[in-house]
């Protein structure tokens, strides 16, 4: 199977060259890499230029961005930018975040899961962090979620779901249409990758708010959005969130925000996400 990465990346002079190297060593390459350098002010666009002089596939995008860094915008308008450049001669395409590193045989194993079943529409590990010393669990999702770090789509599940929204909330709302288009959702427990910057070092504090705007978007309604948001804010271990993120809620209710689905989408996803609260509790 063919595979294509995009790498939107930004100010990751520290890290990218990590991340690059780990995909270089990978036991089934990629047929074509494209790294998104969105008006980096450090030495990331020399570190990626460096790997494209030794690797053919290894391609390089600059582009300028006036969006701030906030989660959802701005890194998925850098991954729109890369795809523009990008043929489709690929069975599977990759969004992969600049602050990686990948297991030699993960791009192998994902290629494995795709070939073993027509219907799965996405697959991904789990990502670790270092504490202490030792690499753990960034335990801030379910386990039949995959981080928004590094997901694979089949090219037809893709297109299916109509690429990735521009706004926070993406990298639920492509599983939600996942399941609503009938597709597998595969997490596999044997891929760790390592995450080397916590999620959300950067964000200031108005991605806040956009937790609770992401949830209205997904069609969620209030008292899912509640329950959501409690679990998340102690996840984080950080229980005052729950409050920032109901605010954003009401926020955008009040503004009459669009969907990021249709009628019926949301409604399928509140069902669902009823369901499997559901499921937890009995």
């Known amino acids: 199977m063919n595979y294509y990465i995009i790498i939107p990346t930004y100010n990751e002079e520290k890290f990218i060259s990590l ?14 890499v494209v790294v998104v350098n969105d008006g980096s002010t450090d030495k990331t666009e020399e570190i990626i230029q460096s790997f494209c002089d030794k690797h053919s596939f290894i391609y390089l995008v600059n582009k300028t961005s006036d969006a701030i860094h906030l989660p959802g915008s ?43 079943d027509n219907k799965i529409g ?13 690499w753990i669990l960034e335990n801030l999702t379910d386990k039949d979620h995959i981080r928004g770090a590094f997901k ?10 109509g690429g990735l929204k521009p706004a926070m ?4 709302v492509d599983e939600l249409l996942c399941k609503f288009y009938n597709w597998k959702v595969i997490t596999d427990a044997t891929l760790k990758v390592k995450h080397l910057k916590p999620t959300g070092a950067n964000y200031n504090k ?5 937790q609770g705007a992401a949830f209205y978007t997904l069609g ?13 804010a102690l996840l984080k271990k950080k229980p005052l969130l729950f409050i920032d993120y109901i605010k954003g809620f009401w926020k955008a209710k009040s503004e009459k925000k669009p969907l990021l689905v249709t009628t019926e989408q949301a409604k399928f996803i509140r069902n669902y996400r009823l369901q499997k609260m559901k499921e937890k509790l009995f």
């Open 220 to 232: 969620y309604g209030f008292w899912i959005t509640a329950i959501a948001s409690a679990k998340l």
């Open 206 to 210: 108005t991605a806040r708010y956009k």
């Open 19 to 32: 991340t690059l190297q780990s995909i270089v060593e990978q036991t089934v390459l990629p047929s074509k």
């Open 122 to 134: 996405m697959a991904g590990g789990f990502a670790y962090i270092e504490k202490n010393g030792t």
């Open 169 to 172: 909330g993406w990298d639920t």
């Open 74 to 116: 701005k890194v998925i308008q850098a991954f729109q930018t890369g795809l523009e450049t990008l043929d489709e001669d690929y069975d599977f395409i990759v969004k992969v975040d600049a602050d990686l590193i990948f297991p030699s045989n993960y791009f192998e194993t994902i290629t494995s899961h795709f070939q073993s």
């Open 152 to 161: 694979a789509y089949r090219k037809e599940t893709f297109k299916q779901i």
